[in-house]
C-alpha cells in the first residue's frame, strides 16, 4: 500500500464544473505539499499546509489540510482548460513521498 | 534562466547499455534529488544528496549510481540498462530546512526508453 492514496485517478469533466480531488493517509504528516505536472514537464509545486484545519485559496483552487493532518483536499470551481494535468500530493517522510496522482483532463 | 535543468531529454539505447543523465541547479539549494516517474505516473525518489553526501537510497539496484562533483550538479549513471528501467527520470532539488520540507524545483525530466 502506498503512504498517500489518491483519488480519482482520472477525472475528465467540461469546462466550467467544479471538481474535488483527495490525498489520504492512515499516517500523519507535518506538512503536506500539492503539485501540478504538465505534459512533458516536471511537477510544480501549489501549495503547502503545514497546520491541521488549514484552508488555503490560491485563484480557483482550495487546498484544505484535515484536521488530524493525515489527509488533504483540492477543490477547483470552475475548471478551465489549463487546469488540466497530473495532480500530485507529497509529504515529508525521511525523504518525499508523492501520492500516485489524479489525472485531470477539462474539456472546453 | 532555468533553475534545475537536464540533460538529455530524451534517450534512447538499448539493452546492456551505459548511460549518464546530467542535472545541474542554480538555485543555491543545499539538497537534490532523483526520481522515477513510471507510465503510471507514480512518482518515486531514488536518490537524495545534501552537501555532496549521499542521505537517502531507496531499494535502487546498484546499477544506478548517483555521482555529485559539486552542491550545484547531480548526475545519474546506470549500467547495463534494462528493459524496465525505462521512464521518465526527473531530477530535483530543495532547500530543507529544520523540520519542514521546501519547495522540491523539478527539471523537465529525461524519457529514457530501452529497446
Known amino acids: 500500500t502506498q503512504l498517500l492514496e489518491q483519488s480519482p485517478q482520472f477525472l475528465s469533466i467540461q469546462e466550467g464544473e467544479n471538481l474535488t480531488v483527495y490525498c489520504n493517509s492512515s499516517?500523519?504528516?507535518?506538512?503536506l505539499q500539492w503539485y501540478r505536472q504538465e505534459p512533458g514537464e516536471g511537477p510544480v509545486l501549489l501549495v503547502t499546509?503545514?497546520?491541521?484545519?488549514e484552508v488555503k485559496k490560491l485563484k480557483r483552487l482550495t487546498f484544505q489540510f484535515g484536521d488530524a493532518r493525515k489527509d488533504s483536499s483540492l477543490h477547483i470551481t470552475a475548471a478551465q482548460p489549463g487546469d488540466t494535468g497530473l495532480y500530485l500530493c507529497?509529504?515529508?517522510?525521511?525523504?518525499?513521498?508523492f501520492g500516485a496522482g489524479t489525472r485531470l483532463t477539462v474539456k472546453p | 534562466d532555468t533553475a534545475v535543468s537536464q540533460t538529455p531529454k530524451y534517450l534512447v539505447t538499448q539493452m546492456g547499455n551505459d548511460k549518464s543523465i546530467k542535472c545541474e541547479q542554480n538555485?543555491?539549494?543545499?539538497?537534490m534529488y532523483w526520481y522515477k516517474q513510471d507510465s503510471k505516473k507514480f512518482l518515486k525518489i531514488m536518490f537524495s544528496?545534501?552537501?555532496?553526501?549521499?542521505?537517502i537510497n531507496e531499494t535502487v539496484p546498484n546499477r544506478f549510481s548517483p555521482k555529485s562533483p559539486d552542491k550545484a550538479h547531480l548526475n545519474l549513471h546506470i549500467n547495463s540498462l534494462e528493459l524496465g528501467d525505462s521512464a521518465v527520470y526527473f531530477c530535483?532539488?530543495?532547500?530543507?530546512?529544520?523540520?519542514?520540507?521546501?519547495?522540491?524545483?523539478f527539471g523537465p525530466g529525461t524519457r529514457l526508453t530501452v529497446l
Open positions: 530535483a532539488s530543495s532547500q530543507v530546512g529544520a523540520g519542514l520540507f521546501r519547495e522540491q524545483f
Open positions: 499516517s500523519v504528516f507535518s506538512s
Open positions: 499546509v503545514v497546520t491541521g484545519g
Open positions: 507529497a509529504a515529508p517522510r525521511d525523504d518525499m513521498r
Open positions: 538555485l543555491g539549494h543545499d539538497t
Open positions: 544528496y545534501n552537501n555532496k553526501e549521499l542521505i
